[in-house]
């Protein structure tokens, strides 16, 4: 449409200036930004505060401002126009005129110096800071005492004195310096609960060895005194208290493998690392009989490499388990049957180890010493061949000279005389000669030399002289092997002793590591495959010996 | 060209902070300490050294943002850095205490640093969302716009009201001047109008009324124009009303505007306090670890 717009300007020194714009535009648009076509100067009007345009054959104005428009003094958003009505948009006026021809819209608009228009008192004001009358440094400053307070201070009384200590840590609602911990105490140390100064005697001192050996005692490994390789290691180093896995044992293998990898030349020790490809081969310890001379046998404990002992496990007893453990069965005196591994070998109590195999709870119930027919449940003692004699000849003795006399008498006495000393003394020979011959069976033939080392001697008391045996029973005392730990599902005494096979007591059933490796990997379980069982040095091995208990009590 | 704070210098800090929590977390993973990870192993004394020194450098950024003359960095450098190296802070915190917590000082200035951090991303968020939105809320204009938008309103009321009599002037110049949004960052937040009004009852009492929203007036005018009979007066109350909707309308544009910069500020209520708390956490979380060592 087009648009006449009649501007009206009063001079200052008097008088009216009119000039006309005549411009085509869809609407007339007013307000304070530079894209309108009537841009008001006054800070009361909106960037784009209202439009005027035709609507229904007449002409209309809308404003987009809340505060809206006044036509003909009344505050409006949006109003018909006609002729003769007066706009008031801000301070400024706005008047309809008659359009003249050639136009379709006409109106004049009176520029006015006071284009800010009247004001009123100024309601705003700047809004204060602060959150309800906190402001920002009080809350800091309070939360800082706080902190300070509960956290340090309070706590920081137990350390003054110890009557204040107790009070402190007494009181439930006071805080104390049990909040210091960075993790819990462990069980073995709940005796010291909350008494830090137990263990942390001086303030900003680290906790000394002073300390520890107040209750505890061990050696080998002890700091500075058996050995010159730990030095100046405090307890504390590896005995890591308030931690998250409690665990005051340091089970690392770095912890052995630093030094026995390489060791000095003064230690006489192989050198050992990880167990996958760095330990050295096992040496096992024998209990072996000096070679006999003359006299006793004398017994000494061999270190010897597992290799060279397969068959070097001499204990002077004759023992073939391959007979025994035979799957179509021995006789026994229930009968034939096959005989386990456990009626023999009885773990300890714990399970670590095996108790002693004995001729009384083990053999004897097979291996009867009996040696007389007629009466099988008579037996001679075992282990003292001297006895063994003794006890023939007394057997002997009795039958000739008491339990069966008349049988005697019919072979040794006259008839019609008493038993003269001369009779008793030809009867004693011949229970004595009865006896021996007895016990030569017995030594040489059917009971003695079937286990045992039996050799004729001319020189003793006795003709015979038997072995002694010692069975070796710790074959690893520096590792600790527990026989209950190894008893899982998939494995059986075979697995590891090869008994089935053994007929000889000299074999050495005894895994070698490559057996264990079977099982056993690495200390880290990084260079283990997902069967590996991770296993650092301290899994067999004991880095300390103790030799008390807790407060110096004796050990179990 | 406007770049967001995040962008700065093609996220620089970005990878400065990813680069930390890498090379931590590698070091944590690589570290054996023959005992569970904590703050006593050689790598925690790096990690909480690290992290101490973070966490005053990060609260030193109050510092240098008011330092108007510093030329050490830009203060956008700074906050780009304050951002990206907090966040990093949490994972070389968590790795210096080994994934450990318990009632302690210690758990104590972590529980600290982490409000710290998590107001932090707020404050973020909002930096970066809310002046839009405080910029649309207002159709683009600024507040003083608005302002003067309700002083035009008030304007031509106050003309209104005059034509109405002594009664009406006094209650809308009262309703004027007693226009209240928020006097307190608080109510700011809380979005709360506490204007009044003073109206004239019936019985020819004076009494000032709680105004929020302009309800109060909106409902005296209400009940002026019914007990009127007289058409010009029905006609000027009518108008009347329709401004002080108008101004109810822009004062509601008004207290969305307050509201949103309210929380622009409120959230560093929190996150600067808690840095002080932090810092005094801290500093006691060092000393007690050394007094019982």
Same mark, same amino acid.
């Given at each position: ?255 052995? /493998?630093?030094?026995?990898? @390489? =060791? ?8 050992? !690392?990880?167990? +996958? *490809? $760095? ?106 061949? /001297?006895?063994?004699?003794? @006890? =023939? ?8 000279? !008491?339990?069966? +006399? *008349? $049988? ?127 296993? $650092? ?20 | ?293």
């Amino acid at each position: 449409m087009r648009i006449l717009i009649q501007f009206i300007t009063t001079k200052v020194a008097g008088g009216v200036e009119r000039s006309d714009k005549i411009i085509d535009a869809p609407a007339i648009t007013i307000g304070r930004a530079t894209d309108q076509i009537l841009q008001l100067r006054d800070r009361r009007v909106r960037l784009q505060h209202a439009r005027i345009e035709p609507k229904n054959g007449g002409f209309h104005i809308v404003s987009t401002s809340l505060a809206g428009v006044s036509v003909n003094g009344r505050s409006q958003r949006d109003a018909d126009l006609s002729p003769g009505d007066v706009i008031e948009v801000g301070s400024n006026i706005l008047r309809v005129i008659e359009a003249p021809e050639g136009a379709d819209f006409a109106i004049s608009f009176e520029l006015r110096d006071d284009a800010a228009g009247e004001h009123l008192e100024p309601s705003w004001t700047t809004p204060k800071s602060g959150l309800s009358g906190w402001s920002m440094r009080r809350i800091s400053w309070t939360l800082l005492a706080v902190v300070f307070v509960f956290a340090f201070v309070l706590p920081a009384t137990a350390l003054l004195h110890p009557t204040l200590a107790k009070f402190v840590r007494g009181s439930s609602l006071m805080p104390d310096d049990s909040l210091w911990r960075a993790g819990p105490l462990h069980n073995a140390h709940s005796s010291t609960a909350a008494e830090c100064e137990v263990c942390h005697v001086n303030a900003f001192e680290r906790v000394t060895d002073v300390a520890c050996m107040e209750c505890h005692e061990a050696s080998r490994h002890v700091a500075g005194e058996t050995s010159p390789v730990i030095g100046e290691t405090r307890c504390a180093s590896c005995h890591r208290e308030h931690n998250e896995p409690a665990e005051l044992v340091n089970r690392h293998q770095d912890l052995c /493998a630093d030094c026995h990898t @390489a =060791l000095p030349d003064d230690i006489d020790l192989q050198p050992a !690392g990880d167990f +996958l *490809d $760095a330990h050295p081969d096992f040496r096992v310890s024998l209990n072996l009989p000096i070679p006999p001379g003359q006299g006793e046998t004398e017994w000494n404990i061999e270190h010897i490499k597992l290799t060279d002992a397969l068959t070097a496990n001499r204990s002077n007893l004759k023992f073939d388990h391959k007979v025994h453990v035979a799957e179509e069965g021995i006789l026994t005196p229930d009968g034939k049957r096959a005989i386990e591994c456990a009626e023999c070998h009885i773990p300890e109590p714990g399970g670590a180890k095996m108790l002693p195999v004995t001729m009384d709870e083990h053999c004897s119930s097979c291996h009867t010493l009996s040696f007389d027919p007629d009466d099988p449940t008579r037996v001679v003692p075992h282990g003292d061949p /001297a006895g063994v004699v003794q @006890a =023939l000849v007394e057997y002997y003795s009795a039958r000739l000279l !008491g339990e069966d +006399l *008349d $049988a005697v008498e019919q072979r040794v006495r006259r008839p019609g005389r008493a038993l003269t000393r001369e009779d008793r003394d030809r009867a004693a020979a011949e229970a004595r000669e009865q006896a021996l011959a007895v016990a030569t069976d017995l030594f040489e033939r059917q009971a003695c030399n079937n286990c045992h080392e039996v050799s004729r001697r001319d020189d003793g008391e006795l003709p015979w002289h038997v072995e002694p045996v010692k069975l070796s029973n710790d074959f690893f005392p520096h590792s600790d092997f527990s026989h209950a730990a190894h008893d899982t599902e998939v494995t059986s005494c075979g697995s590891c002793h090869n008994a089935q096979q053994s007929e000889s007591s000299e074999d050495l059933l005894i895994p070698d590591i490559d057996g264990c490796r079977e099982c056993h990997g690495s200390g880290f379980a990084s260079r283990n495959n997902a069967q590996q069982i991770p296993s $650092a040095c301290i899994l067999c091995h004991s880095f300390h010996y103790d030799t008390k208990g807790v407060y110096g009590g004796d050990l179990p | 060209m406007h770049e967001s704070l995040l962008e700065f210098r093609k996220r620089f800090y970005l990878w400065a902070a990813l680069l930390l929590v890498a090379v931590s977390v590698a070091a944590y993973w690589y570290h054996d300490p023959q005992e569970p990870p904590n703050g006593g192993t050689t790598l925690g004394y790096i990690l909480g050294t690290v992290g101490a020194l973070l966490i005053l450098w990060l609260a030193w950024f109050g510092v240098r943002k008011r330092s108007y003359a510093s030329t050490l960095g830009t203060v956008q450098g700074w906050l780009s850095a304050h951002i990206y190296l907090g966040l990093a802070l949490i994972v070389v915190v968590l790795l210096h205490a080994g994934f450990q917590f318990g009632w302690n000082v210690h758990t104590l200035a972590f529980v600290l640093m982490t409000l710290v951090i998590l107001s932090g991303v707020f404050g973020v968020i909002v930096y970066l969302r809310y002046p839009e939105r405080m910029s649309r809320n207002r159709g683009g204009a600024p507040r003083s716009e608005l302002i003067d938008e309700l002083e035009e309103i008030d304007r031509r009321s106050l003309r209104v009201a005059e034509s109405l009599g002594a009664d009406f002037h006094e209650f809308v110049s009262s309703g004027v001047q007693r226009t209240q949004l928020g006097a307190t960052l608080w109510e700011r937040f809380r979005g709360r109008d506490s204007s009044q009004v003073l109206v004239r009852r019936n019985n020819g009492e004076t009494e000032f009324i709680s105004n929020p929203g302009q309800e109060a007036a909106l409902d005296w005018l209400a009940e002026q124009q019914s007990m009127s009979g007289d058409a010009e007066t029905v006609a000027a109350i009518s108008e009347l009303s329709a401004l002080i909707r108008n101004k109810r309308k822009l004062l509601r544009q008004l207290g969305a505007d307050l509201k949103l910069q309210a929380t622009l500020e409120i959230w560093l209520y929190v996150h600067v306090p808690l840095s002080v708390a932090l810092i005094g956490a801290l500093l006691v979380h060092v000393v007690t670890v050394f007094i019982y060592w």
